[in-house]
């Protein structure tokens, strides 16, 4: 027999696998010694009162076998001798388009500028350590892409559900925690990340397809309109069936390699500002009522949104990536340039919490930069970054400002300790932030110390900049097929191309392109 029940407990209980069962056990009038297994199937918190709740479901088998957890199963065919195809980044994207390509008897050619997880650690400790940023390898090019060392949170909006199961259980599957397939906001957790990353690699090559590391795509092989392959930096023509582009928001010269190209391509909104951290413990204070949040509950995130004005013109502020317990590391892809990004450990177990805080920036703002064309966006981006570095020392130390000294428009005489290892400089923001940011970061923050009580404080502080929450540019493609409109055999993919914002929808961008390509070219050369 099996029962699908649905729970309202206490953190303790909820969280604790020996109170929990006791709890299921009793509810059901099971004795014992009768066979019963428990499958959580749902859990989220409910932190609106100052009891906190857990909402938990999960199916009850008595006395019957119990159904496999994964409905997928990691078992792939060898496509070594099948046609091929190419794909350009090897981020969430590109790895579960190379998947789905073997999936459907194709062998992808994966091409990475970056090195694989291990070797890439190496250029991680240099950025932080040395100050010294490789352009092909950092926090944002390398094997499982930006999220492999700079996060791990696989929550989405998407509404498709059976396709963001199929993603979760393909991680699970290559060693990510089954709490995934449960919690309301997934985490792996970037300690845990490459091993997954890892696991990916070895099930690609192990069934036929290819993975080449520092390999630069420098220009397309195109002909008739199609798209038929690449070029490398080493001088290597490669072609396939077609080419799925996947290669991130950060990979700026691709998008000018398109436009030298006259590859249509467009800028697009995106959001830009800083990354705000406060204690772990005032976070938690906060959302969970209470001054120490016990043993059982998760550290605490939040999620804050306000409209602001510029000049007459109101546009949207708001928190973005938030990582409890986390870190704020140092994502510069070239340089002379500071950018900022966050990242959270498994356990969430860091002493601070930082999120990005940006503001919505549109054509309005990149207009002096409009003789670019589509790249004007992009350009927008390097000013602030580059900025930045020139104002905070030109080294990877970045600039930063307390809260209440930068909404009253202070410099700040000390800064507070920080989970940024590369240091801290104080700084007046506003020097480095246009106005149509800094006014409404400001007016933002009021808001925000208003929705959340002790929010905007001196006892937390501001980090810059934070300017890559998005692609600044979108390759466009039909709806339908997923092709570019103006070039065939291209399917632009996941972040880069902006259609994807995060692992999991990345990870289903790259699954549908995958499956698109296979579609309209397999069996035609």
């Not at 072609?239 to 691709?254: F, K, Q, Y």
């Amino acid at each position: 027999m099996k029962k699908t029940l649905e729970w309202v407990l206490p953190p303790e209980v909820a969280y604790d696998d020996i109170r929990f069962e006791q709890e299921v056990r009793n509810q059901l009038h099971l004795t014992p010694d009768t066979p019963a297994f428990i499958r959580k199937i749902r859990r989220s918190i409910d932190a609106r009162s100052r009891q906190i709740k857990v909402n938990l479901a999960a199916d009850v088998y008595i006395n019957e076998p119990v159904p496999p957890l994964l409905s997928f199963e990691k078992s792939y065919t060898d496509v070594s001798k099948k046609d091929q195809a190419v794909i350009v980044g090897f981020g969430p994207a590109g790895m579960f388009a190379a998947l789905r390509l073997i999936e459907m008897g194709i062998k992808p050619i994966v091409l990475e500028r970056g090195k694989d997880v291990r070797n890439r650690r190496r250029d991680l400790a240099a950025i932080t350590k040395d100050h010294v940023v490789n352009p092909d390898s950092n926090y944002c090019f390398g094997e499982g892409g930006a999220g492999t060392y700079s996060d791990g949170k696989l929550y989405t909006r998407s509404k498709k559900r059976g396709d963001v199961r199929r993603i979760l259980e393909i991680l699970v599957a290559h060693g990510a925690t089954s709490e995934i397939l449960v919690d309301a906001h997934p985490h792996i957790g970037t300690n845990k990340l490459p091993q997954v990353v890892t696991a990916i690699r070895e099930s690609i090559l192990e069934a036929g397809g290819e993975i080449r590391f520092d390999t630069k795509v420098t220009d397309f092989i195109l002909k008739n309109g199609e798209m038929r392959g690449v070029v490398t930096h080493h001088g290597e023509k490669i072609e396939g069936l077609g080419v799925i582009l996947a290669t991130g928001h950060s990979a700026r010269d691709i998008f000018e390699l398109l436009h030298t190209r006259n590859i249509l391509i467009e800028a697009k909104p995106f959001a830009m500002g800083v990354r705000v951290e406060h204690q772990q413990q005032f976070i938690d204070s906060v959302q969970y009522h209470c001054a120490v949040r016990g043993n059982y509950l998760p550290a605490a995130s939040y999620s804050l949104v306000a409209q602001a004005r510029y000049k007459g013109v109101e546009k949207g502020v708001f928190s973005f990536c938030m990582c409890p317990g986390g870190y704020i590391v140092p994502a510069a892809t070239a340089p002379g340039e500071i950018v900022v990004n966050g990242m959270s450990p498994s356990r969430r177990d860091g002493q601070f919490a930082n999120s990005g805080m940006v503001v919505s920036v549109d054509e309005a703002d990149w207009k002096p930069y409009e003789k670019l064309g589509p790249l004007a966006g992009l350009q927008i981006q390097k000013v602030l970054e580059q900025t930045a570095f020139q104002l905070a020392g030109q080294t990877q130390t970045a600039p930063a400002q307390r809260l209440q000294d930068y909404v009253n428009g202070k410099i700040s005489s000390s800064l507070l300790p920080t989970s940024y290892q590369p240091g801290l400089v104080s700084v007046d923001m506003t020097t480095i932030l246009p106005p149509s940011i800094a006014v409404r970061l400001r007016e933002g923050l009021k808001v925000f110390g208003k929705q959340m009580k002790g929010y905007l404080t001196n006892e937390a502080q501001m980090v810059g900049v934070e300017s890559r929450t998005s692609s600044p540019v979108r390759i466009p493609r039909d709806k339908e097929t997923l092709e570019h409109p103006q070039i065939k055999r291209l399917f632009p993919c996941g972040e880069g191309a902006g259609y994807a914002g995060g692992i999991v929808s990345a990870a289903m961008d790259g699954e549908r392109c995958a499956e698109q390509l296979v579609a309209h070219y397999q069996n035609k050369k």
